[in-house]
Structure formats: C-alpha cells, structure tokens
C-alpha cells in the first residue's frame, strides 16, 4: 500500500472500507448491537469518533429519536465519510489520503 500511495494511486476505495469496519466497530464498542438504547456510552461514543475521525456529531438525537442501531450505522458512517470528503477539500486528495492512512 505504502509503494502504492508513493506511485499517485488512489486509495478512495480503501479508506472508505476502512472509514466502515472502523465506524461499525466503534459503535460496538460503545453502543453494543442488541444493548438497550439507554444503556449506550453516548459520551464514550461522542469522544472516540471525534478521537479517530475528527468527527463532531450529535450522537445523543440518536436515542432520543428512537433510530435503531442498523440506521444509526449507516447514519453514522455516512456522517463520518463526509467529514473525510470535508477534510480532503481542504488539504487536497494527496495529503488527506496520506494523513487518514497515518491515523488508521
């Protein structure tokens, strides 16, 4: 991957399966699949997306809202690739790729 990065190809599509293993994984980590709404680690959940993606989202609208686990997947990761194409814009597809695969 390293050589590949080096030689200009794009690793989009890398970042975005990792962006979802890593987006899920967290969520299990902090608001564990069959766990009861109330029972999740929202502030633990709000720290350690902000800690891995940069992310700043409202996690707590989640519960209150009543949105299952699958749609606050999908929801979340969705939310956390847009930070990723945010942060791209504003350092560039060359150094936003580099820097995700260094904090990865």
Do not use: N
């Amino acid at each position: 991957m390293r050589r590949q990065i080096l030689e200009g190809e794009s690793q989009a599509e890398t970042i975005a399966e990792w962006i979802e293993e890593l987006t899920a994984a967290t969520l299990d980590a902090y608001a564990a699949r069959g766990a009861h709404p109330e029972d999740w680690d929202l502030a633990g959940l709000t720290e350690a997306l902000h800690r891995q993606f940069d992310y700043e989202g409202r996690v707590g609208a989640v519960r209150r809202g009543g949105l299952p686990r699958s749609a606050s997947t999908s929801w979340r990761t969705a939310a956390v690739k847009a930070r990723f194409a945010e942060r791209e814009g504003e350092l560039g597809p060359d150094l936003s790729t580099r820097s995700s695969v260094t904090r990865c």
